[in-house]
């Protein structure tokens, strides 16, 4: 009899391998944070998009009860932490260190983000 959680275990991951970032460095005192991958893509994001981005559960939590900050201009980030290879823990100069930001999400939101710029 096959285990149910067998099923589960055999799906691809949540996120494509290929997001994981050769390099992730800090800029600007903590204000953006600049990735580079494999394929040659690179890009921008800065600490506010990443804070205003969390979907932790408590700033989900915070969006639903109409809570939720619409800006966090003097964000920085102080702290980068790995997460087994899919994702990174980010901390805010705001002391928030409850975001997970898996570096899919990560690469998607350097591309929203520098789209507008691309634009103008």
């Known amino acids: 009899m096959d ?4 099923a589960l ?9 290929a997001d994981t970032p050769d390099e992730a460095t800090l800029r600007k005192g903590g204000r953006e944070l600049a990735l580079t991958w ?15 981005a969390c979907r932790c559960a408590w700033c989900t939590r915070a969006r639903v009860e109409d809570r939720f900050p619409s800006a966090f201009e ?26 997970i930001f898996p570096w899919t999400y ?4 350097a591309t929203e983000t520098a789209a507008p710029a691309r634009a103008a």
């Open 38 to 52: 494999r394929d040659g893509g690179s890009g921008v994001v800065g600490a506010e998009a990443m804070r205003l």
């Open 9 to 17: 275990a055999a799906q691809t991951p949540p996120f494509d391998p």
């Open 74 to 99: 003097a964000v920085a980030v102080t702290g980068v932490e790995p997460l087994g290879g899919y994702a990174v823990h980010l901390t805010f100069s705001d002391g928030h260190d409850r975001g």
């Open 106 to 109: 990560l690469r998607r939101l």
């Open 3 to 6: 285990h149910p959680l067998a």
